[in-house]
């Protein structure tokens, strides 16, 4: 998912990163609030952080300029809300291309639009919607993260047809194309992903079950 170093057209790598600029500022101020109101809450954001950093480091090579990985960011976005993901990606991201080379500063906003902002907003939304039609707390999760994932991949598939659209095609050809690609090492991570973010919420809830139920996360009845 991460673009790489100045692979996209300086156009579309600042039109991404002004699109960007308003989550990540809003978010920000969000956490800090938050932080402010409940500083006990701490430390579950920095297991969220840290299990952003760690998932969306494991990378393969994908389609050309880009790759494959998981993404980590639907634990954040159902403990913290979405609005909060999209500062902690941006950290994230930032690091991983300055210690990892993994990404690049100049589509940093792109990267960040794609998975810190399109996708914590699926998965929370996602998730929103399997409780409120009553599903198993498992089943919310698991589709939350694992959608959420494949979402930040349509919109990097999207990100890159708007780029490189086909010279036949157009850019509807160039996603076709992209998202095909991606699909093949994406969807089996997409589910990998799903079921280890039901592994940590299980963990989470069994160890900390009266902080999640104080977020609002679960209710009485869920049972690790």
Not at 2 to 11: A, T
Not at 26 to 42: A, D, F, H, T, W
Not at 70 to 82: H, Q, V
Not at 91 to 99: K, S
Request: glycine share 10%; aromatic share 10%; with cysteine.
């Amino acid at each position: 998912m991460h673009i790489m170093e100045g692979f996209l057209p300086v156009k579309h790598a600042i039109g991404w990163s002004v699109a960007s600029a308003p989550f990540v500022a809003y978010g920000l101020r969000s956490v800090n609030k938050r932080i402010k109101e409940k500083p006990e809450q701490r430390m579950l954001l920095g297991v969220a952080t840290a299990f952003t950093f760690v998932l969306s480091a494991l990378k393969m090579p994908s389609v050309t300029g880009s790759c494959s990985h998981p993404t980590g960011t639907g634990l954040g976005a159902i403990l913290f809300g979405p609005a909060a993901m999209a500062p902690i990606g941006a950290v994230v991201l930032l690091f991983q291309a300055l210690l990892l080379a993994h990404g690049g500063l100049t589509t940093l906003g792109a990267n960040i639009f794609s998975m810190a902002i399109v996708g914590p907003f699926a998965s929370y939304g996602i998730y929103k919607l399997g409780r409120s039609v009553k599903l198993p707390f498992g089943v919310c999760v698991f589709l939350a993260a694992a959608i959420g994932d494949l979402l930040t991949y349509v919109t990097t598939s999207v990100q890159l047809a708007l780029a490189f659209p086909d010279p036949a095609g157009g850019i509807f050809a160039s996603f076709m194309k992209f998202a095909a690609v991606f699909a093949v090492t994406q969807v089996p991570l997409a589910i990998s992903e799903g079921l280890l973010t039901v592994v940590v919420f299980n963990a989470l809830a069994r160890f900390n079950p009266q902080e999640l139920r104080d977020m609002n996360v679960i209710t009485k009845e869920v049972q690790a």
